[in-house]
């Protein structure tokens, strides 16, 4: 399996991806941010962990690697959905009732973008090399990828829109997470709709973006300054703010 026998500079950039955030999570710690971004943080260790672990499953059997490659797969797809609402209610902080009422329909969302996602991939199954169940696999991944793409475009539409300021290092993980998520969607679509021409595509695009975008995360994770940061305020919309008092009824109720 290409996977499991990369090049050397393939193997060069799953040992990059992995060290750059352990650095990034070196320096959450550091910058003493964890409270602020406890979800990315968690996101953070899960690759930093996962990256062991799939070595030591590779030197085991490919059934070992290819259970640890994909249960893993399914597990970073929730956690970027937790990591994305994490970054709304950072954009949204000033106006609770806004966040809440979003919070609220971003997790009915997500839960309807996995169930279509599921059905999608169950129902999208093609004929080629790969086995049905890892077409099915490839399906799901490029359909929850699509979705999350679709969901950070509207929170950046939004805040641009509205007039928005993120903070530093918010801005930074929200372009690194749209980027490593755009490698993975078309990595994906390649490897569905190419089948085996697609492979080799596959295996360098992911971790190419991946790696691109754990070192924008650690640029910012180094150059941020926790003071001005979490000081950050920036003048609120007054739409927005009326319709937060708007929503503020409604909300408590819920």
């Known amino acids: 399996s290409d996977l499991m026998h990369p090049t050397l500079l393939q193997a060069v950039l799953w040992i990059l991806g992995p060290l ?8 959450i710690i550091h910058r003493r941010l964890l409270k602020e971004i406890p979800i990315f943080f968690g996101y953070t260790v899960f690759h930093v962990l996962l990256a062991v672990t799939s070595y030591v499953a590779s030197r085991v059997s490919y059934r070992a690697y290819f259970d640890v490659y994909w249960g893993a797969e399914i597990l970073d797809m929730v956690l970027t959905l937790l990591v994305i609402q994490e970054l709304f209610s950072h954009a949204f902080a000033p106006y609770e009732s806004i966040r809440t009422l979003g919070q609220i329909l971003f997790r009915s969302a997500a ?7 599921i ?5 999208s199954s093609r004929s080629g090399s790969l086995s049905p169940l890892v077409d099915r696999f490839v399906s799901l991944e490029r359909s ?6 679709g969901v950070l475009f509207v929170l950046f539409l939004v805040c641009r829109i509205f007039g928005i300021t993120w903070q530093r290092f918010t801005f930074g993980i929200a372009i690194g997470m749209g980027l490593t998520l755009s490698g993975e969607a078309i990595a994906a679509a390649l490897r569905a709709f190419l089948g085996p021409a697609g492979n080799q595509l596959y295996v360098w695009l992911e971790p190419v973006s991946y790696t691109v975008a754990t070192g924008i995360w650690a640029y910012y994770a180094l150059s941020v300054d926790r003071e001005a940061e979490l000081s950050s305020a920036t003048e609120f919309p007054t739409q927005l ?14």
């Open 144 to 149: 929850v990828h699509v979705l999350e793409i």
């Open 119 to 123: 059905l999608l991939a169950t129902s």
């Open 111 to 117: 839960l309807i973008m996995i169930i279509s996602a």
């Open 20 to 27: 750059l955030q352990f650095v990034v999570a070196v320096m």
């Open 241 to 254: 703010a009326e319709w937060n008092r708007a929503l503020e009824p409604f909300v408590s109720k819920s």
